[in-house]
């Protein structure tokens, strides 16, 4: 594992006691029944009742193990060793059958011989990797012939944008900050946690990597994935800026007469 990812891990390792600890997660309500997906992803996935579903970079499984909670036989995957252990603490808690390895993204092949009807990965997931080619590789070559991949991830062109530059609601303004075009040099980032901002945390440092749609898109067809859509949504499943008003669809949105961008993609893909 290069530098990059022993630091990056590093960070998760310690930041998984803080998340679950955090409103952010919420993990008492989740004990309670309450499903950690978004409506995005379950409707466009659709009943994956009886369905073996793959969940790459899943941190500590709340939404491998909400999944599982609707039928399917899920495996969840992180390279954090102390996220799949908390995840297979909250599974054996809850009685959720579910299976979680611990394995860099990268180095799965050599740690999974498998493949699964549901290929599944979500927000806050592919930016932390280097090699966006290579993740599609890999992630197609866990599709099962007819099987499916999805993703719903925050847009690229959002994370072109500061999320922190003002804690002032009131300022209705975006700040370019990153580039959109993926370069080899990561992004170093020191901002305290997004989960708890007044966690205090030792292994602050992260990196992490633009990748534009196009990148994306084209990591999957070289995978050998067919494209079935593509979609874009002007909301976001989190206050990504301070100025986001939450509405009753549960989402974040860009005040009225003010100009948006897409803050949510989603692509659902087939293995033919």
Same mark, same amino acid.
């Given at each position: 594992?290069?530098?990059?990812?022993t630091?990056?891990?590093?960070?998760?390792?310690?930041?998984?006691?803080?998340h679950?600890?955090?409103?952010?997660?919420?993990?008492?309500?989740?004990?309670?029944?309450?499903?950690?997906?978004?409506?995005?992803?379950?409707?466009?996935?659709?009943?994956?009742?009886?369905?073996?579903?793959?969940?790459?970079?899943?941190h500590?499984?709340?939404?491998?193990l909400?999944?599982?909670?609707?039928?399917?036989?899920?495996?969840?995957?992180?390279f954090?060793?102390?996220a799949?252990?908390e995840?297979?603490?909250?599974?054996?808690?809850?009685?959720?059958?579910?299976? =979680?390895?611990?394995?860099?993204l990268?180095e799965?092949?050599?740690?999974?011989?498998e493949?699964?009807?549901?290929?599944?990965?979500s927000?806050?997931?592919?930016?932390w990797?280097?090699?966006?080619?290579?993740?599609?590789?890999?992630?197609?070559?866990?599709?099962?012939?007819?099987?499916? =991949?999805?993703?719903?991830?925050?847009?690229?062109?959002?994370?072109?944008?500061?999320?922190?530059?003002?804690?002032?609601?009131?300022?209705?303004?975006?700040?370019?900050?990153?580039?959109? =075009?993926?370069?080899?040099?990561?992004?170093?980032?020191?901002?305290?946690?997004?989960?708890?901002?007044?966690?205090p945390m030792?292994?602050?440092?992260?990196?992490?990597?633009?990748?534009?749609?196009?990148?994306?898109?084209?990591a999957?067809?070289?995978?050998?994935?067919?494209?079935?859509?593509?979609?874009?949504?002007?909301?976001?499943t989190?206050?990504?800026?301070? =100025?986001?008003?939450?509405?009753?669809?549960?989402?974040?949105?860009?005040?009225?007469?003010?100009?948006?961008?897409?803050?949510?993609?989603?692509?659902?893909?087939?293995?033919?």
């Open positions: 594992m290069d530098e990059h990812r630091v990056n891990r590093a960070h998760w390792d310690e930041a998984t006691d803080v679950i600890a955090s409103d952010f997660y919420d993990v008492a309500s989740f004990r309670a029944g309450t499903s950690r997906l978004h409506g995005i992803e379950r409707a466009e996935l659709g009943d994956v009742s009886g369905k073996t579903l793959l969940h790459l970079q899943c500590f499984g709340l939404d491998t909400s999944w599982a909670r609707l039928g399917a036989d899920v495996t969840g995957v992180d954090s060793e102390r799949i252990t995840a297979r603490a909250l599974a054996a808690e809850l009685d959720i059958p579910a299976r =979680f390895l611990v394995s860099d990268y799965l092949p050599s740690n999974l011989d493949q699964f009807d549901i290929v599944f990965t927000y806050g997931a592919i930016y990797l280097e090699d966006i080619k290579r993740w599609g590789e890999i992630a197609a070559s866990y599709v099962k012939q007819g099987g499916t =991949f999805y993703i719903a991830e925050f847009h690229p062109v959002g994370f072109m944008f500061d999320t922190v530059f003002s804690e002032d609601p009131a300022v209705k303004d975006y700040e370019r900050k990153y580039t959109y =075009f993926h370069t080899d040099e990561p992004i170093r980032d020191e901002s305290s946690d997004y989960a708890d901002p007044n966690a030792k292994n602050v440092l992260t990196f992490s990597w633009s990748h534009s749609m196009s990148d994306i898109l084209n999957l067809i070289a995978g050998g994935l067919q494209i079935e859509y593509f979609h874009e949504f002007d909301f976001s989190i206050r990504q800026f301070p =100025f986001l008003e939450q509405r009753e669809d549960g989402y974040w949105h860009v005040p009225d007469g003010m100009y948006d961008m897409p803050m949510i993609f989603s692509i659902k893909a087939r293995k033919a």
